[in-house]
């Protein structure tokens, strides 16, 4: 059954929104997991440090509605609205990022809706990270309904950056001062920099390991 045939009756309506969602993302979740135990088997390694998952709450959807010009009902929320269920994939290098999205990409229940790569073409703000927007199919008792979820891949590092953005973006309500932003992508820039020199040292170490093994 697909998401227009679903009918718009208010708590309700909202409480299966929010079941269905919360399944899409415990899916995606459990793959991910599955996937980072299988790398750990098959390299000895594991791409993943931790995952986190939200769903938004009805306030932000509504006033993400009202900011595009849609009324607030259940339908233009699930049509309009394509980061209701978020997960968010916490890796250490910048090159896991890149296997994680192929991983997820190679899943032959996900559909690919489309790709953002903040990462190769970042935000002005500094901003880094890799955006999904995939489709899950949530198998209920009587219909299974395709859903959306976005999926954001970054690592450590980049992901302290973003919350701190996040975090400066409510406390000025998107208005921060010009001194905050540019000392902003001034950390942007630093954090890209320990991103490559980390990833750099990680290749030197694992180079020396193979070597002395052989």
């Keep these: 059954?697909?998401?227009?045939?679903?009918?718009?009756?208010?708590?309700?309506?909202?409480?299966?929104?929010?079941?269905?969602?919360?399944?899409?993302?415990?899916?995606?979740?459990?793959?991910?997991?599955?996937?980072?135990?299988?790398?750990?088997?098959?390299?000895?390694?594991?791409?993943?440090?931790?995952?986190?998952?939200?769903?938004?709450?009805?306030?932000?959807?509504?006033?993400?509605?009202?900011?595009?010009?849609?009324?607030?009902?259940?339908?233009?929320?699930?049509?309009?609205?394509?980061?209701?269920?978020?997960?968010?994939?916490?890796?250490?290098?910048?090159?896991?990022?890149?296997?994680?999205?192929?991983?997820?990409?190679?899943?032959?229940?996900?559909?690919?809706?489309?790709?953002?790569?903040y990462i190769t073409y970042p935000k002005a703000s500094g901003y880094k990270s890799y955006h999904m927007l995939v489709s899950v199919p949530v198998y209920l008792s009587d219909r299974n309904t395709e859903t959306k979820v976005e999926v954001q891949i970054r690592t450590v590092a980049m992901d302290f950056w973003a919350s701190l953005e996040h975090k400066m973006h409510y406390k000025f309500e998107g208005d921060a001062p010009e001194k905050i932003k540019e000392e902003l992508i001034e950390c942007a820039r630093m954090v890209s920099d320990l991103d490559a020199r980390m990833l750099s040292l990680n290749e030197e170490i694992l180079k020396l390991s193979m070597e002395k093994r052989m």
């Excluded at 599955?34 to 000895?44: A, K, P, S, T, Y």
């Excluded at 306030?59 to 980061?83: A, Q």
Aim: aromatic residues 8%; glycine residues 2%.
């Design 1 to 117: 059954m697909e998401w227009s045939e679903y009918k718009d009756n208010g708590v309700d309506s909202w409480k299966e929104v929010n079941l269905i969602y919360s399944a899409a993302l415990k899916q995606i979740q459990t793959k991910m997991e599955i996937l980072n135990d299988e790398f750990q088997h098959v390299h000895r390694y594991n791409p993943i440090e931790h995952i986190k998952s939200r769903i938004k709450t009805p306030e932000s959807i509504v006033k993400k509605l009202k900011r595009h010009g849609y009324e607030s009902t259940i339908e233009n929320m699930i049509k309009y609205v394509n980061d209701i269920a978020g997960i968010r994939i916490i890796c250490s290098f910048t090159s896991d990022i890149y296997r994680i999205a192929s991983m997820i990409a190679e899943q032959k229940d996900i559909v690919i809706l489309s790709t953002k790569d």
